[in-house]
């Protein structure tokens, strides 16, 4: 290199750190104050962008992809403290390796952070661990079982765990009705479904339970459902000791499209005969009201309840029941003058029964 080639790169270098001098750049990171105090601006920004070196531009670099990772992604925040301490820095060769790796090493800590918080945070046991617990708990601790993983969801979906509960919880099965009996009721499908109905009849937390929450529901709860069967029948009141006329209106949560059932042998049908969870009531709720005398009644199958109330009858000793049906429309939006009401009068009173009730009318039972 000649002398003037020589000379003139002294000469830069000696002014480029006079203006770093000048601007206050050496020695501590950019700030706001030195592009706002700048009299020219570009050109204060070109002669600090040359003053830095490639080390302090990858750490400019670093930074800047570290606060674009939101805190929720980020998995390096341990680690890195510790590698830090581990090995501590000589001097700036070093700091400009790790400053240069950490983007790498936290792109592939992202990529694998699912793997290493899965083993780190859990372990995995075994589906044989999870059924032989399943042998201990109790009818009413079933839902909070089956939510603790996996393997305990797959442990309540078996046959041995249904028949177990029902060999140990009921007390005189001789007592349930036919479809529920011992000899009946180990076929596959629909096998949850029966079983918890023979608890609410053999289990005593559950009949208890029937007896007091039974009345609680008001007919109100029901709207919003179709009606997709209707009938009455007279029957014998045990309480009043005379003969009453039942009226029974049964109401589906689901769209009526889905109520249809599958074709025979089909792909559907061959999935719900071996199905333990088949259950062809899951949804289904019927409104009973029991009243001293016949009434006519217009036939509502397909209609929506849209509103339902009880009141006081005009004799002051019985209750008044007011049904209202609409046509079923997708936006839900119903106009109160239009409508098919019903109105039981004077009705004794009117309950809600779920599925699972002994007061339920299934269609393997008498009506």
């Known amino acids: 290199m000649s002398r003037k080639k020589r000379k003139n790169k002294g000469q830069r270098s000696a002014k480029l750190q006079k203006a770093l001098c000048n601007n206050g750049v050496s020695g501590r990171d950019l700030a706001v104050e030195d592009f706002g105090n ?7 920004l070109r002669q600090m962008s040359r003053g830095f070196s490639s080390s302090a531009t990858a750490i400019v670099i670093e930074a800047e992809k570290e606060n674009m990772i939101p ?21 700036n060769h070093e700091q400009q390796t790790t400053s240069t790796s950490t983007p790498q090493r936290s792109k592939t800590k992202t990529k694998d952070a699912p793997c290493t918080e899965c083993n780190q945070n859990g ?29 305990a969801r797959q442990a309540t979906n078996m046959r041995t765990f249904w028949l177990r509960i029902y060999k140990c919880c009921i007390n005189g099965p001789n007592k349930l009705p036919e479809r529920l009996q011992p000899d009946r009721i180990e076929c596959r499908p629909g096998l949850r479904a029966r079983i918890i109905r023979a608890l609410f009849y053999g289990y005593e937390p559950f009949r208890t339970c029937i ?6 529901k008001d007919p109100d709860v029901l709207e919003g459902h179709m009606c997709i069967s209707m009938w009455c029948k007279q029957a014998l009141c045990k309480k009043r000791a005379k003969k009453i006329w039942a009226f029974y209106f049964k109401f589906s949560q689901k769209p009526s499209g889905m109520n249809r059932k599958p074709r025979y042998f089909s792909k559907e049908w061959l999935a719900q005969v071996d199905d333990l969870n088949y259950n062809p009531e899951d949804g289904h709720a019927i409104l009973q009201i029991n009243c001293v005398n016949y009434l006519p009644v217009s036939p509502v199958q397909g209609h929506v309840l849209t ?4 009141g006081v009858s005009r004799d ?22 239009e409508g098919k009401s019903i109105i039981l009068e004077p009705a004794y009173d009117a309950k ?16």
Not at 211 to 216: A, E, Q
Not at 307 to 310: D, R, V
Not at 358 to 365: A, G, Q
């Open 38 to 44: 700048a009299k020219h601006a570009t050109k204060a």
């Open 71 to 91: 805190w929720y992604d980020r998995t390096d925040f341990d680690s890195v403290s510790d590698e830090d301490d581990e090995k501590p820095s000589s001097g």
């Open 123 to 151: 372990l995995l046991y075994p589906l044989d661990v999870w059924c032989l617990l399943a042998q201990y708990i109790e009818p009413e601790d079933v839902q909070k079982f089956a939510l603790i993983c996996k393997g």
């Open 211 to 216: 007896v007091s929450h039974n009345n609680l």
């Open 307 to 310: 509103k339902a109330s009880i």
């Open 316 to 337: 002051m000793k019985h209750n008044s029941v007011k049904l209202i049906f609409h046509s079923p429309r997708s936006d839900g939006r119903y106009r109160k003058d």
């Open 352 to 367: 809600v029964v779920n599925w699972w009730s002994p007061l339920y009318p299934h269609c393997e039972d008498a009506l």
